[in-house]
């Protein structure tokens, strides 16, 4: 259009559609305002400019009702109307809606207000609490007093509660406009309504207000107020007046107000009995109408109405509608018993349909101080079953004086949850999940934090709850999508590596969204293969609605989704459940092996149930929650190979997971992967036509099977002939010894083979095992390696099965190398550095530690406290930049530090941390602390001969110099210096071959030579040639190339000396100007041998 109509110029126009949302009639004024409309059109197409049917249309919400008030905004028109609907039979088309519609008054906001009134419509109001005004949009003229058509709110209030309102009724109506948290309630429940007497006409009136939320996101603070007269005029009580009491119109349940008013008199009259309110709400019941149809929602409405009045009536109670899908009874308490009450509420909606999975929630308030106003009572039992929201184990709660404040607490939580979305308060967290073989990322999953303006970070745990109880878990599920969706975008826009990330569906998201549409749109949107966004729909979804999710999974699969079952094992869902749904990944919940409980081999089992049918079933299967080393080699032994959680990785930021995925070689872009080589099948190795006993013997080596008795006496039934060979022992005397077997083992070890058997117990699959001193039968000790599992328990005897080897050898060899180790002047570490990067240290040998005056044990405890204590503070710093991080220790880090000894004296030592290996996620180092008190001695000197040194070389050049040196004093005061350094220096030509400048006399004798003219023919004139041939590229690469004057390096080699041994430097140096302007090179060497040579023994022992 190119003129839009303003109020004034829209008339009352009428309009006749039928059930297809076809116009059947229109008058000439609803031509008029809306031009081009034509008969048969579409209504939605004609009066809003829409391709589908409104989704608050009244011709869906006139229901049971023939006539029906509504108000709604015309987008077309950019106003807000009136609407009048009324059911109407018409000729050729049945039934039709008749609908009559004007301007209802200035004002514009994105709400749709539907109101089912008991009486007159008095106003419609716009209210804005934030800006604290107001818009009058509609007001019935006939009505008196007549109200301002804009202003402040809170004066508006102010006066109607002064002038107006009844003064019994003032108190409510100030707590019930408390505009301190009435944004907060309309937040949290959508709507909210309250009845007040109101002066009208000179009389006082029941006039119901209602409140409800706006529907336009950019109109955030808005709401709309409808005001309306009740049905019955009660004047201030007099004596003998008539009262004529209100029935719900849908239900014939007593209204409200006349069920405040009998239950208070209840109350009053019958002292002697006690009684209790209950009241029960439909949980979601929003959804149930969308679901379902509003039709079906009143016909279930009208159903429990009809239990309601049935148990009131057997109980003498009353009864009531509060609204919506919300009821309250009064009943005398021995009739309020939870555990009777449930199961007959829960049965009503079992009965009414076996299919509806929406359930009630039930509150009861004990009624203890009668003189309560009846509203607070009922809104006590309201706070009760508001509790029960979300649980689904209890449905039924009686109301305690803390829940008020639990109830407050979400309220609060609601409101920052829509503030904190509306502020982009909300961060996405990725946590990886691995193969534990390869310890490389292959996936990801979404989890969110709040990242609080006032509190900091808070984790899922402080709100997800209360979103999910409340239903609004669905508005954050769907900003966490989005969010995913433009972090996968970036990442393939920048082409970097990016692996599948996993999304969470609740069952709240499976009842609010089309869930194909919504992720189908979304990678749409983003440009994302479908692959690379996977769907986790939590385990307590498949416990409703089933057959919906069968075909919401399926559609999902079909459009190229990976589908996960989260949470499996949770309690909601069961093995059969899983050959009747096509899923891609199973995810286990690691409560099957949590080690403290008493189930712990029961709980393995259901475990090893679990994976064997997913394999099955063709499944694969990730561990979710997994965070000890002992979980990761059980889950193995089941060939459980992907695995998520804080034994490998924390949930981290989307800059530190960019981070990992910038390393190559820590992602697998082939994701969770099924096909793999087949596995060998045990029973077909054990079949006596592939193997023979001889050889099953030999594979499986000594064999034996024990038996404790009453958990003192262990004796041995039964071994194979590789158990023979390896004790030294005959079948005749094993016989005569099998029940005195522990007279076999070293008395000292008798603990730790007792404990071998109590943790093989605990350990079910995994078993347990230990190496003991054990006598041969000629007498000889023995080192025996046991490795014990528990078979079963009959009575008072636990039956074990144990394979056994010889390790005396490998024992001998390993005490052979601690004791060399230990004669070594170092301490040797082993670092244990886990996929959190967390690390655990253990002493090998305490070589240095000994010197100094600590035994192993408490090196041990040293290290196991930090250590830090020990250190000299001014090195505290400098140590825990290296300890705290073991991410940059790459293959090769040193760190010097000052240590106290035992006496309290102070040496300086050198820790130098060296990779070995990773073995299942776990990178192992190992550390080589060495004493340089020396060294660091003859640096110090060093340094302050070079300071020397420089300041004789050029004190000529100072103009303050307090006098002058000839040339020759010069060179001969810094040969004095160069002589006396305790070390050796040599100097060279910065040319090919490094031609020899000069040569102290330490360092002539260090090389083993006799003299300088020894030395300068011994290497053919070229420092080169002191360097080992192997050593000179690494040379080159710490010096480079190019030089220039005052030039330092520090490097180190291996030197050649005169007799062609080899001995390890380290090389200090700068580049000088000699006397004839050619750049040389002037270096200190020290002896550095020993400290290589002992980290070289380390690496031979690891």
């Not at 109101?115 to 804005?128: F, M």
């Not at 000179?202 to 119901?208: D, F, P, Q, S, V």
């Not at 299919?355 to 509203?375: H, N």
Request: with cysteine.
């Amino acid at each position: 259009m190119d003129k839009k109509l303003n109020n004034e110029e829209i008339e009352k126009g009428v309009f006749v559609i039928n059930q297809h949302y076809e116009i059947v009639y229109m008058d000439e004024t609803a031509k008029q305002t809306f031009p081009g409309c034509e008969q048969h059109a579409f209504c939605y197409q004609m009066l809003q400019e829409s391709k589908t049917p409104c989704f608050d249309c009244p011709l869906k919400k006139t229901g049971h009702q023939k006539i029906e008030n509504r108000l709604l905004y015309n987008q077309k028109l950019e106003i807000w109307m009136e609407y009048v609907a009324i059911r109407v039979e018409w000729p050729k088309e049945g039934l039709c809606t008749l609908i009559s519609m004007h301007a209802a008054a200035p004002g514009k906001a994105g709400s749709v207000i539907h109101a089912q009134t008991d009486g007159l419509l008095y106003a419609i109001v716009e209210l804005h609490m934030q800006r604290d005004s107001f818009t009058m949009l509609y007001e019935n003229l006939r009505q008196q007093p007549r109200l301002s058509q804009n202003g402040s709110l809170r004066k508006l209030l102010q006066k109607l509660c002064t002038r107006y309102v009844y003064k019994e009724d003032r108190a409510d109506f100030e707590d019930f406009w408390n505009l301190d948290t009435l944004e907060k309630r309309i937040a949290v429940y959508s709507h909210v309504s309250g009845s007040f007497r109101i002066l009208l006409h000179g009389a006082y009136r029941w006039m119901k207000f209602q409140i409800t939320a706006s529907s336009n996101e950019e109109l955030t603070d808005t709401c709309l107020c409808l005001i309306d007269t009740m049905s019955e005029e009660l004047l201030k009580p007099a004596a003998g007046q008539d009262y004529k009491p209100h029935y719900d119109e849908l239900t014939r349940l007593y209204g409200k107000t006349t069920f405040e008013r009998l239950a208070q008199e209840r109350l009053m009259q019958d002292v002697h009995q006690e009684y209790g309110l209950v009241d029960i709400d439909i949980e979601h019941f929003k959804l149930f109408n969308d679901w379902y149809g509003i039709q079906e929602g009143d016909h279930l409405l009208m159903y429990i109405s009809y239990q309601i009045r049935k148990k009131v009536q057997e109980l003498n109670g009353i009864a009531t509608r509060i609204g919506g899908d919300e009821f309250v009874m009064l009943l005398p308490q021995a009739a309020c018993d939870v555990k009777k009450l449930e199961p007959e509420i829960i049965g009503w909606i079992q009965n009414y349909d076996a299919s509806i999975k929406f359930l009630p929630t039930v509150g009861i308030y004990m009624i203890q101080d009668k003189t309560l106003p009846i509203a607070q009572m009922c809104d006590r039992a309201a706070i009760a079953a508001a509790s029960r929201k979300g649980n689904y184990a209890s449905r039924v709660a009686v109301y305690q004086d803390s829940m008020k404040k639990l109830i407050e607490n979400r309220q609060e939580v609601l409101f920052g949850v829509k503030n904190g979305l509306d502020n982009r308060e909300f961060v996405v967290y990725y946590q990886p999940q691995v193969s534990a073989r390869t310890n490389r990322i292959l996936a990801a999953e979404a989890l969110v934090r709040w990242q609080h303006p006032q509190r900091g970070l808070l984790p899922p745990g402080e709100f997800i709850p209360i979103l999910e109880t409340s239903g609004f878990i669905y508005k954050l599920d769907s900003y966490v999508w989005e969010e995913v969706c433009r972090f996968l975008q970036d990442r393939l826009m920048k082409k970097l590596p990016v692996v599948p990330v996993s999304v969470n569906v609740s069952r709240v998201d499976m009842l609010q969204f089309r869930l194909c549409e919504v992720f189908t749109a979304l990678i749409k949107k983003y440009e994302i293969p479908s692959r690379l966004l996977e769907i986790e729909i939590t385990e307590s979804a498949y416990a409703e609605n089933f057959d919906q999710l069968i075909a919401t999974v399926n559609e999902l699969r079909a459009c190229g989704f990976t589908v996960l079952m989260d949470d499996f094992g949770s309690g909601y869902s069961s093995l059969n459940m899983l050959s009747n749904i096509e899923l891609d990944i199973l995810k286990i919940d690691m409560k099957f092996l949590d080690t403290s409980n008493h189930q712990n081999t029961r709980n393995s089992s259901i475990l090893e149930s679990i994976t064997s049918m997913g394999r099955w079933l063709g499944l694969r299967m990730i561990a979710e929650g997994v965070e000890t080393h002992e979980q990761v080699d059980r889950l193995l032994n089941l060939d459980c190979e992907y695995m998520q959680g804080y034994y490998f990785y924390k949930p981290m930021s989307r800059e530190h997971f960019c981070e990992l995925l910038a390393d190559a070689g820590r992602i697998d872009v082939r994701g969770m992967q099924a096909k793999r080589l087949p596995s060998i099948d045990l029973e077909d190795l054990f079949h006596k036509d592939i193997t023979s006993e001889a050889m099953l013997s030999n594979i499986l080596g000594g064999i034996a099977l024990y038996e404790i008795e009453d958990d003192t006496h262990l004796q041995i039934l039964m071994v194979n002939d590789r158990y023979y060979r390896i004790t030294g022992c005959n079948a005749v005397d094993l016989q005569e010894r099998s029940r005195l077997i522990t007279r076999q083992i070293h008395p000292e070890d008798m603990p730790l083979v007792w404990d071998i058997f109590h943790k093989a117990q605990e350990a079910g699959s995994m078993g347990a095992s230990g190496t003991f001193r054990r006598y041969r039968l000629n007498g000889e000790l023995m080192w025996m390696h046991l490795q014990a599992f528990f078979l079963h328990k009959q009575g008072n005897r636990k039956l074990f099965y144990c394979s056994v080897s010889d390790v005396s050898t490998t024992m001998s060899l390993q005490k052979e190398l601690l004791a060399i180790l230990q004669t070594m002047p170092g301490d040797i570490f082993e670092y244990q550095v886990y996929p959190d990067e967390q690390l655990s240290c253990r002493v090998i040998s305490a070589g240095l530690s000994l010197l100094h005056g600590y035994t192993t044990q408490e090196l041990q405890d040293i290290l196991e406290n930090g250590m830090l204590e020990y250190i000299d503070d001014r090195d505290h710093d400098e140590v825990m930049r290296i300890w705290s991080n073991p991410k940059q220790w790459k293959t090769d880090c040193s760190v010097e530090f000052r240590l106290f000894t035992k006496t309290g004296e102070t040496v300086w030592v050198e820790q130098h941390i060296r990779y070995i290996c990773e073995e299942e996620g776990v990178r192992i180092y190992n550390s080589l602390l060495t004493d340089i008190t020396k060294i660091k001695k003859q640096e110090d000197e060093l340094l302050e001969s070079q300071r020397l040194l420089h300041h004789l070389l050029g004190i000529a050049d100072q103009r303050d110099s307090p006098r002058q040196l000839t040339k020759r004093n010069k060179e001969h005061a810094a040969k004095l210096y160069a002589e006396s350094f305790p070390g050796g220096m040599i100097g060279g030509f910065c040319e090919k071959g490094f031609p020899l400048y000069f040569a102290n006399e330490e360092m002539i004798h260090f090389l083993g030579y006799d003299s300088y003219q020894d030395l300068y023919q011994g290497i053919n004139g070229m420092v080169e040639n002191t360097i080992y041939q192997e050593d000179r590229a690494q040379v080159e690469l710490d010096l480079g190339t190019t030089f220039r004057e005052g030039m330092e390096y520090t490097t180190r080699y291996r030197m050649v000396q005169k007799d062609g041994s080899l001995i390890w430097v380290q090389d200090r140096g700068r580049v000088i100007c000699e006397e004839q302007g050619r750049l040389a090179i002037i270096s200190t060497c020290m002896n550095i041998d020993e400290i290589v040579k002992a980290r070289q023994l380390l690496e031979k022992v690891r």
